[in-house]
C-alpha cells in the first residue's frame, strides 16, 4: 500500500515506522518545510494518506483530500468544529474519510467502558463526575481530543449533563475536564465518580506512541478500499 504523511512530526515518524514494518511504502512525507509537495498527491500516486498535523492544518489538509476524492485517515484534534464540513465534502466526492481522536485499541475499549459506567451511574445524582488529562507540553491542544470523546460518551448517557467545561468549576449541567501540561509524561485520561461515601475511577495510561500508529495503519489498510465516514466503531466492530 502507498502512504503519503500529511504531517511527519513524532508521531508521522511512528506511524512510517510501523508503516515499513508492515510492508507498506511511504511516498510522501509532507510537513511545513515542503508543504507544496502536497499538490502532488493524487489517486493515481498513493492508496491512503495519513494526516496527524496540527490543528490549524488539519482542515485544509482534509478538505485537499477529499476535494481529490482520496482516502484520509485523520488523528488530529483541536480542529473539530469543521469535521461536518469535511464529512459532506467526503460524502459528496465519494472519498473516504477515517477519523478517530484516538487510534489505540486500548482507549477505544475505554471508551466502550467510559459509555456503560455513565449509562450505570446516571440514576445516581449523589455522585459527582470528574474528568481529567495530562499530556506533555508540546500537546498544542487542550482539553485533548480523547478528553472530550469521553466527556461526550458521559453526556450521551447521562441526560443531566448537557456540555463540557476546561480547567474550570462545572455548573451542575456541566461536566469538568481538568487539563494539565507537564514535561516528558505518558499520556493519562480519567474519569471519577465521587461520592460523599466513596468514589469509582476508571484510567488508561499511554506508555508509546506505537499503538496510535500501528491503530492509524491498521485503520489505513481497512480504509483502502472504502469509500464514506467511518471510525474505530467500525474498524473494531464496536
Same mark, same amino acid.
Given at each position: 500500500?502507498?502512504?503519503?504523511?500529511?504531517?511527519?512530526?513524532?508521531?508521522?515518524?511512528?506511524?512510517?515506522?510501523?508503516?515499513?514494518?508492515?510492508?507498506?511504502?511511504?511516498?510522501?512525507?509532507?510537513?511545513?518545510?515542503?508543504?507544496?509537495?502536497?499538490?502532488?498527491?493524487?489517486?493515481?500516486?498513493?492508496?491512503?494518506?495519513?494526516?496527524?498535523?496540527?490543528?490549524?492544518?488539519?482542515?485544509?489538509?482534509l478538505?485537499f483530500?477529499m476535494?481529490? +476524492?482520496?482516502?484520509?485517515?485523520?488523528?488530529?484534534?483541536?480542529?473539530?468544529?469543521?469535521?461536518? @464540513? $469535511? =464529512?459532506?465534502?467526503? %460524502?459528496?466526492?465519494?472519498?473516504?474519510?477515517?477519523?478517530?481522536?484516538?487510534?489505540?485499541?486500548?482507549?477505544?475499549?475505554?471508551?466502550?467502558?467510559?459509555?456503560?459506567?455513565a449509562?450505570?451511574?446516571?440514576?445516581?445524582?449523589?455522585?459527582?463526575?470528574?474528568?481529567?488529562?495530562?499530556h506533555?507540553?508540546?500537546?498544542?491542544?487542550?482539553?485533548?481530543?480523547?478528553?472530550?470523546?469521553?466527556a461526550?460518551?458521559?453526556?450521551?448517557n447521562?441526560?443531566?449533563?448537557?456540555?463540557?467545561v476546561?480547567?474550570?468549576?462545572?455548573?451542575?449541567?456541566?461536566?469538568?475536564?481538568?487539563?494539565?501540561?507537564? +514535561?516528558?509524561?505518558?499520556?493519562?485520561?480519567t474519569?471519577?465518580?465521587?461520592?460523599?461515601?466513596? @468514589? $469509582? =475511577?476508571?484510567?488508561? %495510561?499511554?506508555?508509546?506512541?506505537?499503538?496510535?500508529?500501528?491503530?492509524?495503519?491498521?485503520?489505513?489498510?481497512?480504509?483502502?478500499?472504502?469509500e464514506?465516514?467511518y471510525?474505530?466503531?467500525?474498524?473494531?466492530?464496536?
Amino acid at each position: 500500500m502507498r502512504i503519503a504523511l500529511l504531517g511527519y512530526g513524532k508521531m508521522g515518524k511512528a506511524i512510517e515506522k510501523v508503516a515499513l514494518e508492515r510492508g507498506h511504502e511511504v511516498v510522501f512525507k509532507i510537513d511545513l518545510n515542503n508543504s507544496a509537495e502536497k499538490q502532488l498527491i493524487d489517486k493515481d500516486s498513493v492508496d491512503v494518506v495519513i494526516e496527524f498535523s496540527s490543528p490549524h492544518s488539519a482542515y485544509a489538509n482534509l478538505e485537499f483530500c477529499m476535494s481529490k +476524492g482520496l482516502k484520509a485517515v485523520c488523528g488530529t484534534t483541536g480542529w473539530l468544529e469543521s469535521r461536518k @464540513e $469535511i =464529512e459532506q465534502l467526503c %460524502v459528496e466526492k465519494k472519498a473516504a474519510f477515517f477519523y478517530a481522536s484516538n487510534y489505540s485499541i486500548g482507549v477505544n475499549l475505554f471508551f466502550k467502558i467510559n459509555e456503560l459506567l455513565a449509562k450505570l451511574m446516571a440514576p445516581h445524582e449523589q455522585y459527582e463526575i470528574f474528568t481529567s488529562e495530562i499530556h506533555h507540553t508540546e500537546k498544542l491542544d487542550a482539553p485533548s481530543g480523547t478528553a472530550i470523546t469521553l466527556a461526550e460518551g458521559i453526556m450521551n448517557n447521562n441526560a443531566t449533563k448537557k456540555s463540557w467545561v476546561n480547567n474550570q468549576i462545572a455548573a451542575k449541567e456541566e461536566l469538568a475536564i481538568w487539563s494539565s501540561r507537564e +514535561g516528558k509524561v505518558p499520556g493519562t485520561h480519567t474519569v471519577k465518580y465521587i461520592s460523599e461515601i466513596d @468514589e $469509582i =475511577e476508571i484510567k488508561h %495510561v499511554a506508555y508509546t506512541r506505537l499503538g496510535f500508529a500501528l491503530g492509524a495503519v491498521v485503520a489505513a489498510e481497512w480504509l483502502k478500499d472504502k469509500e464514506g465516514v467511518y471510525g474505530m466503531n467500525d474498524l473494531l466492530s464496536l
